[in-house]
């Protein structure tokens, strides 16, 4: 595709719903990351992936948020039982692996999360 | 703990002016430091690397590991300028393999005609 893709791009939820917000990233990307960004900061780290393998999960606030990447490629970040201060934009990224790893990242539209 | 801080929210100059974004890093290590921007209804996207040492758009960025800054600088501002600018961290994971980045709180910057 010609960039990573993010679903859905607006979710308004209710408080104690499940949420799922998939992430397609750029062909061939070996890394992926998700990150969140409350309004007015800027992106926090989430959790990282390098091919289906879950490498850091050590921003995942707490055990209410979990992400899979079972192939290798496509994402869910899932949230559990949402309140109202998960409201965020959620971002994806991927980039080239290791060895080609230049530093950047490429970012979705992100996927603003809203919890009533 | 690796920290990246830009004081400035908002910053607003005319077009032609020269412009300076402010940032501040704390890493233990030894850093790479980034900028990236995002503009209207676009992603977020990289604009220059401290390693590549390279202009893009007009903009440079020079890392001074004395006072931990690294300040994007443009001469001549233009209206496109204006964005948000966000400066961002390298931060290996545990497996050592990541280049994983911690971002600033971001900078919007408005460039008046």
């Known amino acids: 595709g010609a960039g990573v893709s993010q679903s859905p791009r607006y979710k308004v939820t209710k408080r104690g719903q499940d949420v799922a917000l998939r992430c397609d990233p750029i062909?061939?990307?070996?890394?992926l990351y998700w990150y969140r960004q409350a309004l007015g900061q800027g992106p926090e780290f989430l959790t990282y992936f390098n091919y289906e393998a879950q490498q850091d999960k050590s921003g995942l606030p707490n055990d209410r948020f979990s992400a899979e990447r079972p192939e290798g490629s496509i994402s869910t970040l899932t949230i559990q039982r949402t309140e109202q201060r998960d409201s965020a934009m959620y971002r994806c990224?991927?980039?080239w692996g290791q060895g080609a790893n230049t530093g950047e990242l490429f970012f979705g539209e992100g996927s603003r999360l809203t919890v009533l | 703990a690796q920290r990246v801080t830009q004081p400035e929210k908002l910053l607003s100059v005319f077009k032609g002016a020269p412009v300076e974004l402010k940032c501040n890093y704390s890493?233990?290590?030894?850093?790479?430091l980034f900028w990236y921007v995002q503009y209207s209804r676009q992603r977020l996207q990289l604009l220059l690397r401290h390693i590549s040492r390279e202009s893009i758009k007009g903009f440079t960025a020079d890392l001074n590991k004395g006072e931990t800054s690294f300040h994007l600088k443009k001469p001549f501002a233009q209206e496109e300028d204006s964005a948000m600018y966000y400066c961002a961290l390298t931060r290996k994971t545990s497996s050592g393999s990541a280049r994983q980045l911690t971002f600033g709180s971001g900078t919007q910057l408005t460039v008046l005609p």
């Open positions: 062909s061939g990307h070996v890394s």
């Open positions: 990224a991927s980039s």
């Open positions: 890493y233990s290590g030894s850093p790479e």
